[in-house]
T-cell receptor
Framework: GDSVTQMEGPVTLSEEAFLTINCTYTATGYPSLFWYVQYPGEGLQLLLKATKADDKGSNKGFEATYRKETTSFHLEKGSVQVSDSAVYFCALSDLYGGSQGNLIFGKGTKLSVKP | EPEVTQTPSHQVTQMGQEVILRCVPISNHLYFYWYRQILGQKVEFLVSFYNNEISEKSEIFDDQFSVERPDGSNFTLKIRSTKLEDSAMYFC?????????????FGPGTRLTVL
């Protein structure tokens, strides 16, 4: 079935450091890909999305590119801030494939940014 | 900006008791979902609901679970006889359609603690 694998955390960075969180997926169809963020004590918020190969999703300085050839959707940010401290989830929706449109999530990666 | 709301934010119950978790999806959305996140684990799909009936359900969603849309605004998840392993964060989500993109909007979650 469909699945998402993302790098285990926690990740601890200093402010202004470069961030990469790896995400790879397995899907039977042609999925849409998402990154969700969960700030402490809050629910899941959509951070960015991409729906087809080579699309780049971007928001709040974060970027991720849909790479079909490597089945990856790595999250990057050039300069993290303390306020970026949160748990980041990679997810896919594969409407005509294994997930039938329901979101399948990775395990989440906790990011802590120190001043 | 419209948002998904959930009540209560935290529910404590005794094993074997029934609980009802409530959600108010975004008003013009048509598809509704419940997910759960056991502490430290990934977010897992439970059930999707459309046109007043269940669209899909996961293996987790057994006979102890039920969903209902009792009126035009609320969407509820009932657990008939709670077990210790039902302790988790439960997220409601809604989406306006079910196309390839299937962007889902999440509520803040209800933390269920079964003692």
């Amino acid at each position: 079935g469909d699945s998402v694998t993302q790098m285990e955390g926690p990740v601890t960075l200093s402010e202004e450091a470069f961030l990469t969180i790896n995400c790879t997926y397995t899907a039977t169809g042609y999925p849409s890909l998402f990154w969700y963020v969960q700030y402490p004590g809050e629910g899941l918020q959509l951070l960015l999305k991409a729906t087809k190969a080579d699309d780049k999703g971007s928001n709040k300085g974060f970027e991720a590119t849909y790479r079909k050839e490597t089945t990856s959707f790595h999250l990057e940010k050039g300069s993290v801030q303390v306020s970026d401290s949160a748990v980041y989830f990679c997810a896919l929706s594969d409407l005509y494939g294994g997930s039938q449109g329901n979101l399948i999530f990775g395990k989440g990666t906790k990011l802590s940014v120190k001043p | 900006e419209p948002e998904v709301t959930q009540t209560p934010s935290h529910q404590v119950t005794q094993m074997g008791q029934e609980v009802i978790l409530r959600c108010v999806p975004i008003s013009n959305h048509l598809y509704f979902y419940w997910y759960r996140q056991i502490l430290g684990q990934k977010v897992e799909f439970l059930v999707s609901f459309y046109n007043n009936e269940i669209s899909e359900k996961s293996e987790i969603f057994d006979d102890q679970f039920s969903v209902e849309r009792p009126d035009g605004s609320n969407f509820t998840l009932k657990i008939r006889s709670t077990k210790l392993e039902d302790s988790a964060m439960y997220f409601c989500a809604s989406s306006p359609d079910r196309g390839r993109v299937n962007e889902q909007f999440f509520g803040p979650g209800t933390r269920l603690t079964v003692l």
